[in-house]
């Protein structure tokens, strides 16, 4: 079966930047496009953003976009996630996710694998 897991997480200034990793085995990885979403103590999970099989098409939520960059390279079976202008209210743990669904999925029942979270913290 597939499997995910992340890496990058940790503690950072407000303004400081991050890039998560996610890394793929046991399937193959480029049949699957992959989400990001994020979960901060007494909140439902979020969705953070989507990439394509290929990685040409990207989809953002509005509070992220121009803030983070999502990219794979399918040589590496990884998706990353770049985060820069950090902000207090980012601090989550950070989830990827995979999905065989057809076009840009937003909602979290709709992917089948999930890894097992990276913890952001920003400070003020």
């Known amino acids: 079966q597939l499997q995910l897991v992340e890496s990058g997480g940790g503690l950072v200034q407000a303004g400081g930047s991050l890039r998560l990793s996610c890394t793929a085995s046991?399937?193959?990885?480029?049949?699957?496009?992959m989400g990001w979403f994020r979960q901060a103590p007494g909140k439902e999970r979020e969705f953070v953003g989507h990439i394509s099989r290929s990685g040409d098409i990207t989809d953002y939520a509005d509070f992220v976009k121009g803030r983070f960059t999502i990219s794979r390279d399918n040589a590496k079976n990884t998706v990353y996630l770049q985060m820069n202008s950090l902000q207090p209210e980012d601090t989550a743990v950070y989830y990827c996710?995979?999905?065989?669904?057809?076009?840009?999925?937003?909602?979290?029942?709709?992917?089948?694998?999930w890894g097992q979270g990276t913890q952001v913290t920003v400070s003020s």
């Open positions: 996710a995979a999905t065989l669904r057809v076009g840009i999925v937003r909602q979290g029942n709709d992917y089948a694998v």
């Open positions: 046991g399937r193959i990885f480029s049949t699957y496009r």
